[in-house]
Each structure stands twice: as C-alpha cells, then as structure tokens.
C-alpha cells in the first residue's frame, strides 16, 4: 500500500520547537521531491518547504525562512521538518506530498498524508 505518513505534531508553547517525520511505504522517496504544507482554518493552503530529489535542493516560505529546516533520510525513506521558534500563526494542519522528478518548490504531489495538527498556543 502507497502512503505517506506524518507524525511529531502536537502542542507546544510559542518559541518553543517540534519535529515532523513524512514516512514514506510502498515506495521509494529517492525519486520524488517532498514538500511540507499547511492549512489553517480560513486560510489557503500554503507551500512552507519543499526538499528536491535530484540535488536535495531547498526551498522556504518567507513565513518560516531561518525558523524550519527540511533534511531528507533516503535510508529511512523518512522527510523531516525541524520547527523552531514556533509562533502562534504556525497553528495549522501540517501535509507531506511527494511528486516525482520535480523542482522546489511543488504545487501538489503524487502522494499526500493524512496530516498531522500543529497547536501553537500558551
């Protein structure tokens, strides 16, 4: 079975840090570039970072440029968003998509997750 699955969110205090893993079975990550997105209530999705599969190129929005960092472990099939100095407006529904043989940043993906709930909040 092809599926993408995110984990690692959860509620965290605003400055605070989480990781998020996009776990990849039934096929192989090496050949698709993986973008990290995310979709607040009222909002439009929006596009937070993308990690290339021929180079491992990267790609952020401004919104979260020097706070996230995306590394990709091909070994593990695994993707990952290290979230730091979270703030409130991080709040969101966070998905993982993989596209194949594609540059960063991806508008959509062959595969998506299920999503995995971002709380920033005191």
């Known amino acids: 079975q092809v599926q993408l699955v995110e984990t690692g969110g959860g509620l965290v205090q605003p400055g605070g840090s989480l990781s998020l893993s996009c776990a990849a079975s039934?096929?192989?990550?090496?050949?698709?570039?993986i973008g990290w997105f995310r979709h607040a209530p009222g909002k439009e999705r929006e596009g937070v970072s993308c990690?290339?599969?021929?180079?491992?190129?990267?790609y952020y929005a401004d919104s979260v440029k020097g706070r996230f960092t995306i590394s990709r472990d091909n070994a593990k099939n695994t993707v990952y968003l290290q979230m730091n100095s979270l703030k409130p407006e991080d709040t969101a529904v966070y998905y993982c998509?993989?596209?194949?043989?594609?540059?960063?940043?991806?508008?959509?993906?062959?595969?998506w997750g299920q999503g995995t709930q971002v709380t920033v909040s005191s």
């Open positions: 998509a993989a596209e194949i043989f594609s540059s960063c940043p991806i508008e959509g993906g062959d595969y």
């Open positions: 039934g096929f192989t990550l090496d050949y698709y570039t």
């Open positions: 990690i290339s599969s021929s180079d491992g190129s990267t």
